[in-house]
Each structure stands twice: as structure tokens, then as C-alpha cells.
């Protein structure tokens, strides 16, 4: 599939901060999103602000964000350690044995965290409608440095956790890719995202949560996703109602 813009674009890169020619950066990466296409022959983005709510995608959401060296950066150093850990090694029961089931899951943790906080990084700096809730202040520079020195934080930095996204009516999971939205909870700001199969939260706070700690990725790399039927997620149902309401 050919990208529909070619024409170089020079700007400041939002990793490195320095002038030069952009590359056309996806948010969330497109291996997530090819995927979805080999495996069950569909790709499917939801985004509530489209009319339909349901967009076919053909690639993966992209913007000129980064220069090519930090596009390598990150590609080499952080996204190929995801696709191997987790899209190839792929550690998720499915289908998913039941409702109550909890899956432990043990990873690279500076690699895997890293990748969760690139599509941060990206959503936050990104001018797309889809990432318009992510808004990360002080963070962002915080982020920016982290990716950079290939510094994943501590455990309590940034807190991640995910629910598998699932079709009860199978218990398959749904390989799904949303844009973010995001919820207060419990003190915190989280960013909430869908790809890879998990509704992934990633809090944006200066303080943690340590309530939290028995479900967030822990620095040992291990971590627990549960059940969660996939239309109970805010963002499928605002994409389904407005399915609904349109005349397809
Ligand atoms: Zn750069």
C-alpha cells in the first residue's frame, strides 16, 4: 500500500527536537495493524469522531512527527523487542479460558514498557484527531528524554496495565487498534489504548498509585491481564452508537 504522502517534510523531530527532513511516523506502529490483516483477513479501526464510527485502515495512523534516525531508534532499539515478545511470542490464551481466568504474563520489562510509552509519546505530540485527549504537559519532555536514553522508569513511573479485549460470545480476543481516550481514576490520569489484543491503561501523573501496584507491570517483567468484554469499552460503544445512528 503506498503511503499518500511522499513529499519530504522538514520540521523539528519531536524525539531529537532537531530541524530535518520528517519521516511519515505512525503512532501506533504498523506491524500491530498488519497483523490484524494476516491473521484474520480484516483490519478494523475504530474511531468515534468518524461518522461511521468503524474506518477500514490500510495502514497504520501516520503524521510527520520523527526524523529517520529516531524513526530507527525506536523501531530498532524498542518495536522489535515488541513484536518478538509479544505479536510473535504472542502469551495471551485464545481463546480465553474464562471470565475469571488471569493470565500471567512475564516480558522484557525496560523493552516492553518503553514501546508503551513511544505510543504515548507519539499520541502526546500528535496532531490527529484520534489522539486529540492525550495531552501530556510535563510529561511529555519527561517522556521524550526516557525514550531517548532507552530509560524505562521504575515501576511506578508511568503504571501500565491491560485487559484482554474479548468477544464473549467466543471468548476470542478481538484484535482491535482504537485511538486513545482517557479517564481520571483513582487520583490518576490514565490514556487508554487498543492494540495488540489488550485495552492498555498507561497513567500520566506525578504520583503513583500504589493501590494499583498488584495489576500494573511490575520491574521483575511480570504482569496480569484479566477478562474484559470488549463492548463494554467506552470507546467501542461511542464507535458502535454511532455505527448505529448512521444510515450504512
Ligand atoms: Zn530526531
Keep these: ?22 519521516c511519515n511516523s505512525h503512532i501506533i506502529p504498523e506491524f500491530l495493524y498488519k497483523k490484524l490483516y494476516n491473521k ?18 490500510q495502514i497504520g495512523e501516520r503524521e510527520h512527527l520523527l526524523c529517520e534516525s529516531c524513526e530507527q531508534h525506536l523501531a530498532n532499539k524498542i518495536e522489535s523487542a515488541f513484536k518478538a515478545m509479544w505479536v510473535e511470542a504472542n502469551p495471551l490464551p485464545d481463546p ?13 520489562y525496560p523493552l ?4 508503551h510509552l513511544s505510543v504515548l509519546f507519539r499520541a502526546g505530540v500528535s496532531t490527529r484527531p484520534q489522539f486529540n485527549c492525550v495531552r501530556l ?3 511529555e519532555e519527561k517522556l521524550r528524554e526516557m525514550l531517548l536514553e532507552l530509560n524505562p522508569g521504575k515501576q511506578n513511573d508511568y503504571q501500565i496495565f491491560g485487559y484482554a479485549v474479548i468477544d464473549p460470545k467466543t471468548n476470542r480476543i478481538r484484535k482491535l487498534i482504537a485511538g486513545a481516550d482517557q479517564k481520571k481514576f483513582d487520583g490518576l490520569r490514565w490514556y487508554r489504548f487498543i492494540y495488540g489484543g489488550v485495552w492498555w491503561w498507561i497513567s500520566a501523573s506525578s504520583h503513583a498509585n500504589l493501590n494499583m501496584a498488584p495489576i500494573t507491570l511490575r520491574e521483575n517483567g511480570t504482569m496480569v491481564i484479566r477478562w474484559f468484554d470488549w463492548s463494554n469499552i467506552p470507546i467501542i460503544q461511542k464507535a458502535s452508537a454511532l455505527l448505529r445512528n448512521s444510515k450504512v
Excluded at 1 to 22: R, S, W
Excluded at 96 to 108: G, L, M, R, Y
Design 1 to 22: 500500500m503506498k503511503n499518500q504522502n511522499t513529499n519530504p517534510i522538514l520540521g523539528i523531530c519531536q524525539l531529537c527536537l532537531k530541524v530535518g527532513e520528517l
Design 40 to 57: 484474520n483477513h480484516q483490519m478494523m479501526g475504530i474511531n468515534g469522531r468518524f461518522r461511521k464510527g468503524w474506518k477500514p485502515v
Design 96 to 108: 480465553w479460558p474464562s471470565t475469571e481466568h488471569i493470565a500471567q504474563i512475564k516480558v522484557d
Design 112 to 115: 516492553f514498557k518503553l514501546f
Design 137 to 139: 504537559g510535563s510529561h
